[in-house]
């Protein structure tokens, strides 16, 4: 019996040592490591730059981890900085800017300022403005999440309408266009999703407001953008217009597959829609409409994202000359990303470039690039604060309410008072 | 007479449609791996012709044989250690009587209803302290002494029969022993049951392998998933046949168990 119970202890520390083997090191000197969400997208853009600076220096190499999705390294980034350990945290990370003051304010030091090193006027205003926190700069704009307001001309053409009659209109206009193009084609004149406030954010930057005050109080029940966003947003419904969806894969489907006569987007959707290409020239982009309220500008802004460099990084030094050489001074880079991954930088030079010039047959050849750098240099700088998230919550809370003819007065009460418990 | 029929139509047609309810979520994973993103978003629910192409993807974006092997050796690994610590304590809860038993054991259900995420940072600065950060061991420790179980063997101990115990010391076993040779073969659809449970567990656990585990060639077949769903122009086709391969080690240890399983759920003791 003894022998039997010395072999069974022997198989179970076997076991014990087996989980115990220690993995691989840190990452070495001279790598420089980046997260990213997207392989597609923002991985292969960021192993082309690495690939690039390589080339000059070939002691630096690249590790880009794009296995996580962004939720999942939010966790992991929030987890770590809460707790107070760097171990293993990237040189580079890639944040979304409505979510970038949370990380700036909430964990001061852990990011490194990048203005003093890079000349931050050579990039979008309002992608800077974003990652600006008392005068220090701390991101590498990346992407932009410039809007367009993408059409199918040929449901517009059958309903009668042309490119000139979608450029610099209000929303109410569309408004009026929508309910022509259902009744002519059937077509409903875009799908919503109530569980995105993405719409509603975008008309609201449109008009340079935002959630919040300079303060970072909550601008909410006198915002008058927002209140007349949320008016328009009821009105898609009201008016019978909305392909109700839900969820991401719902949502592209509808535009993809011929259900919906427009999509008012950000321009990274670009090769979702290009993915369809028995499409090709039924595509067609006018700039986003404007709220109808003074200082409203036909240009907005939809997501997009920035580089941030962590200050716990070993190499410091190279990672900042990195986004120096490539991401702020390369245009060529930037026309290759364009052509290549559909990817719109920042860099405001790089719209000079033979990429950004040239027509696409798709969007029934017109100059799309040079469209989406002009509406670029024209959209309107806001503070996304440290809340936005929350608001979002609050105001997807009101919009089933809303959509039903609910008074919007009252929720914006509403949200303003559960946003207001949130930021507490 | 037809009061028992329609009785039995009644329960027929309710137990059928709470097996289609069931069964329907897989079917769609299964037939979506063999069609392409395309045809899962517009609603296809038969069988298509796109599953080599969507293993291809799948094949060619992940390491598979690595990921598997990460996930293999924490959901196994943690599986052995659960159970041994945890019907352990099982065995000593219900055997051994004092004073402070109850109170200990209402402290640690207690316990049951802390969210994990509200241990995490604790948690991880612990690991991190330990310098044992994107390991294994990391993954695996913080689930080996899993309250659930201990109360599931708790339970179960309940009707292992005293006497065997009291017989077998009068013949001279240790402690040790009784538990070795005597309490897990009578508890061996417990233990089966119990497998089933923490390696299903083990092998699907999300948030702390996320946090612990950082760099890609550590990371388990479920961090990998999550992932891929979150690219802006995610591949359903792809996901789906990996979210099958994912799903087959669990289903092959069911199926395996699926005897013992019910036994050790109705607490059978043989």
Known sequence: MNRIASRRGRVLALALAGVSFLSVAAASAGEISVWVWDKAFNGDTMREAGALYTADHPDVTFNVDDTASQDDIRAKLQTQLLAGSTEGLPD?????????????????????????????????????????????????????????????????????????????????????????????????????????????????????????????????TDNAALKKAIETYAKFYQNDLVKPVSGWAEYTGAFTSGEVAVVPVGVWITATIKANADQSGKWAIAPIPRLDIDGAVNASNQGGSSWFVLSSSDNKEETVDFLKTVWAGNDDFYQDILIKRGAVGSLLSARNGDAFKASDDFFGGAPVWQDFSTWLSQVPSVDYGTFTSEVDAAVQAQMPGIIAGGDIDAALQAINDQAQQQMQ | MTFALVRRGLIYALLSLAAFISIFPFYWMVVGATNTSAEIIKGKSSIGSALITNAMAFFSQVDAVRIFWNSGVIAIVGTILTLAVS???????????????EKLFGFLLLLLSIPFAAMMVPLFVMFSQAKLVNTFTAAILPTVASIFIIFYFRQATKAFPRELRDAAKIDGLKEWQIFLYVYLPVMRSTYAAATIIVFMANWNNYLWPLVVLQTADNKTITLILSGLTAAYTPDYGLILFGTVLATLPTLIIFFLLQRRFVEGMLGAVK
């Open chain 2, 87 to 101: 019907s352990l304590a099982g065995y000593g809860f219900e055997m051994f009587r004092s004073r402070i038993r």
């Open chain 1, 92 to 220: 580079i990370v890639l944040i979304q800017d409505d979510i970038a003051q949370k990380y700036l304010q909430s964990f001061p030091g852990a990011f490194e300022p990048l203005s003093d090193s890079i000349d931050m006027s050579l990039f979008a205003q309002y992608k800077v403005a974003a990652a600006t926190v008392d005068g220090k700069s701390y991101s590498v704009p990346f992407d932009s999440g410039v809007t367009g307001l993408f059409y199918r001309s040929d449901f517009l053409q059958e309903a009668g309408f042309t490119a000139a009659d979608l450029k610099d209109i209000t929303w109410d206009r569309l408004i009026e266009i929508g309910k022509v193009v259902k009744e002519k084609t059937g077509k409903p004149l875009l799908d919503l999703d109530l569980n995105d406030t993405g719409v509603i954010r975008m008309m609201m930057q449109s008009a340079g407001e935002w959630y919040f005050n300079a303060d970072g109080s909550l601008h909410i």
